[in-house]
């Protein structure tokens, strides 16, 4: 039998950190096994558990994501770190990915999106709300060659940012890939 995904969920808003908590419980081979409730929290947890994924809100009390994610890092570099936000700003994008976030999501994303991120980012894939990722495309071409050496997107990857950035949509994305 193969080993559950060992998560910590860290945030400030209860409603929805026991909202994710509840779904992921839910989750045959997912385990939550500590909750947080700001940074100093998530990376204390971190430190003493080891979780294979740490799903951090962006903004919290008590230490900034930018340090927690250095701090996991650090003392549990093979935890996935997954951001979970409200906030899509170009800025706080570009500083996690370049402090080696495995997923940015945004928190108007269906739980079952979160599950899917989680899941993902563990087979050592990314995971990027659409939103973050139309920003990053549609911004420069600088900000796709940022994405690209961040977080490692393969040539079929590229291809489906292009055509979704050039506004096709998904049946045409689809005839192009063929898919």
Not at 62 to 76: D, F, K, N, P
Not at 157 to 179: F, P, T
Request: aromatic share 4%; proline share 4%; net charge negative.
């Amino acid at each position: 039998m193969k080993p559950k995904t060992r998560v910590i969920v860290a945030d400030d808003h209860p409603l929805v950190r026991k909202g994710i908590i509840a779904t992921l419980a839910s989750e045959a081979d997912l385990e939550v096994i500590g909750e947080a409730v700001d940074g100093l929290g998530a990376q204390s947890l971190g430190k003493k558990l080891q979780p294979d994924v740490l799903l951090l809100d962006l903004n919290m009390p008590g230490s900034s994501a930018l340090e927690t994610v250095a701090i996991i890092r650090e003392q549990s570099p093979q935890t996935r770190i997954v951001i979970l936000t409200a906030f899509d700003d170009l800025s706080s994008v570009r500083h996690m990915i370049s402090a080696g976030v495995m997923g940015y999501l945004l928190k108007e994303e269906a739980l079952t999106v979160v599950v899917q991120a989680i899941r993902t980012v563990m087979q050592g894939g990314k995971w990027f709300s659409e939103p973050v990722l139309m920003k990053l495309v549609n911004k420069s071409p600088e900000d796709l060659f940022a994405l690209n050496r961040y977080v490692a997107l393969n040539e079929r990857e590229i291809q489906l940012l292009k055509l979704m950035a050039q506004g096709h949509s998904d049946y045409e994305i689809g005839q192009v890939l063929g898919l």
